[in-house]
């Protein structure tokens, strides 16, 4: 489920929008939805976090939630190169996955990511998560 569709739209948000896809700025979380056949590498995860450091400042964490309702490739490594840039705004990650092998590749992300990552099987899943998280 798309957040848009989701009931989750009506809390105060921010989208911001790429060629590459969208991001939903909450209070307490972020939910990106890339679009469908996008290779999302380091450079695109960039572009956003500077997006996401002007919308929030320098001192914030947050927790971000990747809606993956279309098929996009990533580089698992992306994580841990996020993290080596010193962009440590995250508490944990929550990837919400639609199908079998969307799971099995998010267990290698799991694997190879320094940041606590949960796979959800649905949108509401994760945030309430991500509420969670949030709130310890």
């Given at each position: 489920m ?6 989750y739209?009506?809390l105060?948000?921010?989208k911001?929008s790429?060629y590459?896809?969208?991001f939903?700025f ?9 679009k ?5 590498d380091l450079?695109?995860?960039?572009q956003?976090?500077?997006k996401i450091?002007?919308?929030?400042g ?8 990747a809606?993956?309702?279309?098929s ?7 994580w841990?190169k ?9 508490i944990a ?5 639609y199908n079998?092998?969307?799971f099995?590749?998010a267990?290698?992300e799991?694997?190879?990511s320094?940041?606590?990552?949960k ?7 994760a945030?309430?998560w991500a ?6």
């Amino acid at each position: 489920m798309k957040i848009e569709e989701s009931e989750y739209i009506k809390l105060k948000h921010c989208k911001k929008s790429f060629y590459f896809g969208d991001f939903y700025f909450f209070e307490k979380f972020i939910v990106g939805e890339i679009k469908e056949g996008i290779h999302f590498d380091l450079i695109k995860v960039i572009q956003v976090n500077d997006k996401i450091y002007n919308h929030y400042g320098q001192d914030f964490k947050i927790t971000y939630i990747a809606n993956r309702i279309n098929s996009y490739s990533t580089d698992p490594q992306t994580w841990s190169k996020l993290q080596e840039r010193d962009d440590n705004f995250l508490i944990a990650a929550a990837l919400v996955i639609y199908n079998d092998i969307g799971f099995k590749v998010a267990a290698v992300e799991k694997q190879i990511s320094k940041t606590y990552l949960k796979r959800c099987n649905h949108l509401d899943e994760a945030i309430n998560w991500a509420l969670q998280v949030n709130s310890e």
